[in-house]
């Protein structure tokens, strides 16, 4: 029995029926969630600047992680890259801070720093571990049925993918540190820092619109 979990736990390209796809499953509703929200808050009612890379991550994660659960092809990669969301939490209280003023307490500043060190560990260091351990497994040539386009090209698309989200962490991490550096003093603040201001004031602008608007409505 000890040899059949420690086989779960070990590498492999087609899982079949395992327990390891239900997580990719219940990421891809997270990723539609979010993916509406960023298309209502952002997009339609502009009320915080469109995130491009993130935009674009969401639509080649969902695509991806759909055609390998149809496919068989990369699941247990899929679901241990999961690992990377243990910083999500800390992204949402970021927000959380921003919008409620909060941005100069004390809350604020440890949770940027614990949000950083995940970000590093959960991403940084663990996209290229996990890639590792593709290569161990020779990038799954030999190890998936090939019957099907995307079966017979899934050593290409797999590599591909990871480079795209490395490089999409890596952006986002550069982010990360400058906008750390510039709480701590570290680095002076741009013009162009002080003109976009935070998603706060885009709301309070809404919140100002709708306002006047009510108001327009009741003495009409």
């Known amino acids: 029995a000890e040899t059949g979990r420690s086989q779960k736990m070990d590498p492999e390209c087609a899982v079949g029926h395992s327990w390891t796809r239900m997580p990719v499953i219940i990421f891809l509703g997270y990723i539609v969630v979010d993916f509406l929200s960023m298309l209502m808050c952002d997009v339609i009612a502009g009320w915080r600047n469109l995130d491009v890379p993130m935009f674009v991550h969401h639509m080649f994660i969902f695509c991806m992680f759909t055609a390998g659960y149809k496919n068989d092809a990369g699941m247990w990669f899929a679901s241990t890259l999961l690992i990377n969301e243990a910083s999500t939490p800390f992204l949402t209280a970021f927000w959380y801070l921003t919008y409620s003023d909060r941005k100069n307490s004390n809350l604020f500043m440890m ?110």
């Open 111 to 220: 949770n940027g720093i614990v949000f950083v060190l995940m970000f590093f560990l959960c991403r940084i260091a663990f996209i290229p571990f996990s890639f590792y351990q593709l290569s161990t497994m020779d990038f799954c040539y030999r190890h998936i049925n090939a019957d099907t386009f995307l079966q017979k090209n899934a050593p290409r698309i797999l590599v591909t993918g990871y480079a795209l989200i490395f490089l999409l962490n890596v952006m986002w991490f550069k982010k990360l540190v400058y906008g750390s550096m510039k709480k701590l003093g570290m680095v002076s603040r741009t013009e162009k820092d002080t003109a976009d201001g935070s998603g706060t004031d885009k709301i309070r602008k809404h919140d100002t619109r709708q306002q006047l608007l009510s108001d327009d409505m009741r003495n009409s």
